[in-house]
C-alpha cells in the first residue's frame, strides 16, 4: 500500500517542508486520513451489483477484497447516473416518527469509482438481546410504511425512542420511563459508527433507495403528508429501514398535528474517527482520562484548520483594514471581507451587505434593541419572547421595555418543552412590534417551529428576530426561505472563534436603523457640525474589530461545509438518541424537556445529588458537562428545578463516550441507594 503524497508536499502548510524535514501535525493529520482509507479489507462494488445483493440479503456476506468497476458516466450526486434525490420530502405524516439509526460511517468514493464500504472487521457488534428500538422489532420480511404507525404509536416522549412507551414524561411518570430502559438491552456502542447497523446493508440503501423496482425487505416506502407513496420519474423511492435523512431547519412542515417537525434530506455517511483527528484537544487528558467533551452548547472546540487560519492571520496579513494603501492591509481587508462573503453564503443571506460582525449573539441581541427596538418600539407596544429564552434575549428586552414604556409578553411552552403556537397566536396583535423568540433552546435542546413563529408575526404585522446561537451548528439554515428579519448567532458555537458573532438583518431594514456606536470605521464624513454616516452593515462596526476572528469564523463555517451540515445532523440525531435510551435507564434521573423535536442537548437532575455533585463526578472521569441554570433561569423553573446537568454532543463526539458518561451515572445512582 502506497500513500500518494510526495515528500514535496509534506509541510506546514505553506508548501516549504520543515526545516528539520518532518512533517508538522497537520500533514501527518492528512497523512493519517490517507493510510485509513486505504487499509486493507475496504471493499469496493459497481452499481450495478447493488440491486441483487439488496434483494438476496448477500450484502452482510461479501467477501473481503472483492472489487468490481464502476460502468462509466457515474453520477456525483446519486450513484449510477440516476440523477439527485429530491429534498425537503414530507417523510414523516403526523403524528409517525422516523425508524431505526443512522447510516454507518464509511469511507468517501473517489470519483468515478465504486463505493467504498466498511469491511466486515469494522461492523457493530451483533447484541446479545433484543434492542427495544423500532427498528429491530419490525419484521425483516415485509416493508413498513411510516403512515401505519402514526395512529397507534403518536405519543412517544420523544420522536426517535420506542413507540410502546407511555406518553410523554412528565414529573409524575419519569420513573416509569426510566424502569422501561432495562441497560442490558442496548447493543454494544461503537465510537466510529452508530449500533444496531448492518453497515453495507445501510450504506446501499442509502445511496441507491430506487434501483429496486418495488420495496424490499429493511426498507420503508417515504410517505408524504397525505399518506401516498413519493413517486419521482415514475419509480418509487424506498427509505432504508435506518433514519438515512437527516433534520433542517430551512423549510419546516406544517402539518396540522405536528406543526413543529422538521424536514429531512438524504445524506452520504461520514467518518467520526477523520473528523475527531481534526480537533487538537480531543487528544488531551483530563484527570488522566481522555477528555470527553460534552459542553457543546457553552462552547465547541476547534479543529486545526480554523487555529491555523488564524494563526496565517497574525503571521502573514495582520493589518487593519479599509484604509490603508499598503499589501498588509489588502491582504487584512480581503480576509475580513471574504469571510462576511462565507457567513452570507452560509446563512442564505442576500448579499454580504446584510451581515454585520458583533461580538456574539449577546451583543446582537443588544444591537437589535438599541437600534430598531429605540426606533420603533415605543409606550404601549409590546414584544413578544418565549419562555425558552437565554437571559441574553430576555434581559435587553426588559431594560428597552423600561426605558420605552413598552411590554414584554412571553409564549407559554407545554409540558414537554415545547412552544405552545396557539397561545402565541393569542399574544399577537396590533400592538406588537418585535417577536424574538430561540431557535434551539439551551437548556433542554428544544427545536422551535420558527418557521411558523415568523410567518404568524409577519402576518400581525411584526418584525420577527432569530437567536440563533444553538442552531446553527446542528443543522442547515437560510435566513431567505425562513424570511427572518433579524437572524443573530456566535461563532464559538460553531466551532469558530470566541468574542465573533454575526447579525443578519433584511437590507432594507438595516438601510433605515441608525447606528448604535459612534467613531471610526462607522463613518463617511465628519465635521464639527454634523457626521454622515457608512451604509449598513459598516455603519454598525465601530472602530477597529475582531478582524483575526472574523477570518476565523470563516474558515469554521467553510470546515462545517465541507463536511456537510445535513451529515452533522444525521449523526447528532443518532447521538441523542442513543444518549437518551442510556439516560432513561438510570433510576431516579429525571430528564428536563422531552419534546419531540430536540437538537443534541440533554438535561437532567439525579435524585440524591445536586448539579454540581454529578458534574463533579463526571469531571473526575475526563467528561465535560455543564452544570448549573445555564443562563436560563424561567424555563428550569418553570419544570420545578433550579439547575440541571447538562450534556450536549457535537458531531465529533461518539456512542463510547456516551457509555463512559451513563456507566458513571449509573454508578452515582447506585452509590447514593445504599
Known sequence: ????????????????????????????????????????????????????????????????????????????????????????????????????????????????????????????????????????SLPSAAPVSVSSLADTHGTAPYYFLDYDRPAAPSAGNLDQFASLADPQSSIAAQSGQLPGQDPLVLLLSELYPDLAASP?????????????????????????????????????????????????????????????????????????????WFDNAATTQKPQAVIDRISYFYAHENSNIHRAAHELAARATDAYEGARNTVARFIGAKSSGEIIFVRGTTEGINLVAQTFGKQQIGAGDEIIISHLEHHANIVPWQQLADQTGARLRVIPVDDTGQILLDEYRKLLNPRTKLVSVTQVSNALGTVTPVKQIIDLGHQAGARVMIDGAQGLSHASVNVQQLDADFYVFSGHKIFGPTGIGVVYGKQELLDQLPPWQGGGNMIAD?????????????????????????????????????????????????????????????????????????????????????????????????????????????????????????????????????????????????????
Open 526 to 674: 465628519v465635521t464639527f457640525e454634523r457626521t454622515q454616516y457608512q451604509p449598513a452593515p459598516a455603519r454598525f462596526e465601530a472602530g477597529t474589530g475582531n478582524i483575526a476572528d472574523a477570518v476565523g469564523l470563516g474558515a469554521a463555517l467553510e470546515y462545517v461545509e465541507r463536511i456537510g451540515m445535513a451529515n452533522i445532523a444525521l449523526y447528532e440525531h443518532g447521538l441523542l438518541e442513543y444518549a437518551t435510551h442510556g439516560l432513561l435507564s438510570i433510576p431516579g434521573l429525571r430528564l428536563i424537556g422531552t419534546a419531540q423535536n430536540k437538537a443534541s442537548v440533554s438535561s437532567f437532575v439525579l435524585s440524591g445529588y445536586k448539579t454540581g455533585e454529578v458534574g463533579h463526578a463526571l469531571n473526575q472521569e475526563g467528561i465535560a458537562v455543564r452544570s448549573g441554570h445555564h443562563c436560563a433561569q424561567p424555563i428550569l423553573r418553570r419544570f420545578g428545578v433550579e439547575a440541571s446537568v447538562r450534556p450536549s454532543l457535537a458531531f465529533y463526539n461518539t456512542c463510547e463516550e456516551i457509555d463512559h458518561m451513563i456507566a458513571v451515572l449509573r454508578r452515582l445512582a447506585g452509590s447514593r441507594r445504599s
Open 1 to 136: 500500500m502506497t500513500i500518494q503524497t510526495p515528500i514535496s508536499d509534506v509541510s506546514g502548510g505553506t508548501g516549504h517542508p520543515e526545516a528539520s524535514g518532518l512533517p508538522d501535525l497537520a500533514s501527518l493529520n492528512r497523512l493519517a486520513g490517507e493510510f485509513f482509507a486505504q487499509l486493507p479489507g475496504v471493499v469496493q462494488l459497481a452499481p450495478r451489483v447493488l440491486p441483487v445483493l439488496r434483494t438476496t440479503g448477500l450484502a452482510s456476506g461479501l467477501p473481503v477484497g472483492l472489487s468490481t468497476d464502476a460502468p462509466e458516466g457515474m453520477s456525483s450526486s446519486l450513484p449510477g447516473g440516476l440523477g439527485t434525490l429530491p429534498t425537503g420530502l414530507p417523510v414523516n405524516p403526523p403524528g409517525s416518527f422516523p425508524v431505526g439509526r443512522p447510516p454507518a460511517s464509511s469511507v468517501a468514493a473517489p470519483a468515478g469509482t465504486g463505493i467504498l464500504v466498511p469491511s466486515p472487521l469494522s461492523a457493530p457488534a451483533a447484541p446479545s438481546v433484543a434492542q427495544p428500538s423500532l427498528s429491530s
Open 216 to 292: 424490499v425487505a429493511g426498507t420503508t416506502a417515504v410517505s408524504s403528508a397525505s399518506g401516498s407513496a413519493y413517486d419521482a420519474g415514475g419509480r418509487t423511492l424506498v427509505q432504508p429501514a435506518g433514519p438515512s435523512l437527516s433534520p433542517s431547519f430551512e423549510q419546516p412542515l406544517s402539518w396540522d398535528r405536528a406543526p413543529n417537525h422538521i424536514q429531512y434530506q438524504a445524506q452520504p455517511p461520514f467518518d467520526v474517527h477523520a473528523i475527531r483527528r481534526d480537533f487538537p484537544i480531543l487528544s488531551e487528558r483530563v484527570n488522566g482520562r481522555p477528555l470527553v
